[in-house]
């Protein structure tokens, strides 16, 4: 009887140095790797993902706009905000006394955008 090999096991049991030692040398470092990590972990936070698509569209709002726009408590956006901009991933301006909240930069419209974009795609 033959035997039926796995779909994601090798059909060797050699691996091509070549392409090991060219990806290898491509990878991010394992501090990269963590600080990665940490962003997706801050992103994958359904009311912090709500909040930074609120910004995404709106350009930028406080937080009581953001309380509205999410349905949830100012205590709960206040905590997610000091996070997300603690993170870099939000900037903050005051005006008088209110503090109005935006995306930090292009990065975090363009990462915002194509995971959009990736789950409408599937």
């Given at each position: 009887m033959?035997?039926?090999?796995?779909?994601d096991a090798c059909t060797t049991v050699e691996p091509d140095e070549a392409r090991v030692a060219a990806t290898r040398d491509?990878?991010?470092t394992p501090e990269e790797a963590?600080?990665?990590?940490?962003?997706f972990r801050l992103l994958g936070d359904p009311t912090r993902a709500q909040?930074?698509?609120a910004l995404l569209e709106a350009g930028e709002l406080c937080v009581?706009?953001?309380t509205e726009t999410?349905?949830?408590?100012?205590?709960a956006v206040s905590h997610a905000l000091r996070l997300l901009r603690t993170a870099g991933i939000v900037a903050s301006r005051r005006?008088?006394?209110?503090?109005?909240?935006?995306?930090?930069?292009a990065h975090v419209r363009?990462?915002?955008d194509l995971s959009r974009e990736h789950l409408r795609h599937g």
């Open positions: 033959e035997a039926v090999a796995r779909l491509r990878l991010v963590a600080r990665l990590a940490e962003l909040l930074l698509y009581c706009d953001l999410v349905d949830v408590s100012d205590t005006s008088g006394r209110m503090i109005y909240y935006r995306l930090a930069d363009m990462l915002l």
